[in-house]
């Protein structure tokens, strides 16, 4: 970032800054998919973020101020982010925690950054940290820690010959298939086809009748469990005999209810479930999450949020300001922030780092197994 561009920077997070000074509340947004496809995802974020909201307005708020949350519903498509980025600055949030796709993560970010704003996503995309904007961190991990893990688990932990990658075509699973892809090769693995569905089509026919004729070993999928699930019941129905792994964002409740009984023997690849967390800080907001909402978060990705936002709290208290330009400077100088999801580490150009993958097998009854770690 040129000098000019940093006066700018600080300029902007300064008027953010005094404007929130001249008011009794601090505002928070929150930009998820709350109706669509992926609502389930999208109202636990915002779930878990109010959870977060009332415990420290309960403690007398962030710098005396009560916090606010405004939320914004993108139904995890780009242009609607584009109008909740509009509306969130608009409504003079400091910080906005999504969105849980890449693709409306990645269409609200330049808004963000033009209104000194912070965001912080469960997004994997690698595309994400790019701009290098100096208000974006990321609360999950990239494709390329993702793609690494799960090529030496197919290649090496699984010794499969035959392997099939398809993704969608959005940023997130494309990027994801294709880093898996490459992360294959460059093992010595054998990727016999790499292929790509429309999301939401809902039969797969044709396209699993072409990897039928591959002979293979596996199937890896890297989109989303909306069309995942269907696709490995799909699988099995026309009798393709080949062990299904799935991409993190497979890692939904919902994938069991579209794949059915197909759904038992699927892997999973993804970070420690919420149940199996072993952080105090875990323990403690997981069980209170649950006492509040009767029912456990769908997935890791509303608590990898919910990092962010301690995330954003610890930076204003920590910093005494709700300048964002000196917030942001403070989490990318935190070691091993305790976390809800492990240590919390943000490198300088927004990325976390630490990233740990576990591998499950989907049982009978519903539940998950760690199979490796």
């Known amino acids: ?11 902007v997070s300064a008027i953010v800054a005094s404007s929130l000074f001249a008011s009794d509340v601090v505002k928070i947004g929150v930009q998820a998919p709350i109706t669509g496809q ?5 109202q636990s974020i915002e779930n878990f973020v109010k959870l977060i909201v009332d415990e420290k307005n309960a403690e007398g708020g962030l710098l005396g101020k009560q916090i606010e949350v405004v939320t914004c519903d993108d139904e995890a498509k780009a242009q609607k982010a584009a109008v909740c980025a509009k509306k969130l600055t608009n409504a003079g949030v400091i910080a906005v925690i999504g969105s849980y796709t890449s693709g409306a993560t990645e269409a609200a970010q330049t808004t963000y950054y033009r209104k000194g704003v912070l965001q912080t996503s469960d997004g994997t995309s690698d595309s994400l940290i790019k701009k290098k904007y100096w208000t974006f961190f990321r609360n999950s991990f990239p494709n390329s820690s993702q793609s690494d893990f799960t090529a030496d688990y197919m290649v090496n932990s699984k010794k499969y010959k035959n392997i099939v990658v398809l993704s969608d075509y959005s940023s997130y699973s494309a990027g994801l298939g294709d880093a898996t ?4 090769k460059a093992i010595g693995g054998n990727v016999v086809f ?3 569905i429309k999301a939401g089509t809902q039969n797969f026919t044709a396209m699993l009748t072409k990897v039928k004729a591959m002979n293979p070993d596996v199937i890896y999928y890297s989109g989303y469990y ?5 696709l490995r019941a799909q699988q099995k129905q026309l009798q393709i005999d080949a062990d299904f792994v799935g991409g993190d964002s497979n890692d939904n409740p919902d994938f069991y209810k579209l794949a059915g009984d197909a759904a038992a023997g699927t892997v999973l690849i993804n970070f420690p479930t919420p149940e199996i967390l072993p ?4 323990k403690k907001y997981l069980a209170a999450y649950k006492t509040r909402f009767k029912m456990d978060p769908p997935s890791i990705w509303p608590v990898t949020n919910a990092d962010g936002l301690r995330a954003v709290i610890e930076g204003v208290e920590k910093t005494k300001s709700f300048d964002t330009k000196k917030i942001a400077e403070y989490i990318r100088s935190m070691k091993d922030f305790p976390g809800i999801t492990g240590p919390f580490n943000i490198r300088e150009d927004g990325e976390r780092v630490g990233a740990k993958f576990v591998v499950y097998k989907m049982k009978n009854d519903g539940t998950k ?3 490796s770690e």
């Open 1 to 11: 970032m040129n000098l000019k561009n940093i006066t700018k920077a600080f300029a």
């Open 38 to 42: 992926y609502a389930n995802e999208g």
């Open 181 to 184: 892809e490459a992360s294959i």
């Open 194 to 196: 790499r292929g790509k």
């Open 226 to 230: 909306t069309d995942g699930g269907l």
């Open 279 to 282: 952080y105090p800080e875990a």
């Open 369 to 371: 197994q760690v199979v």
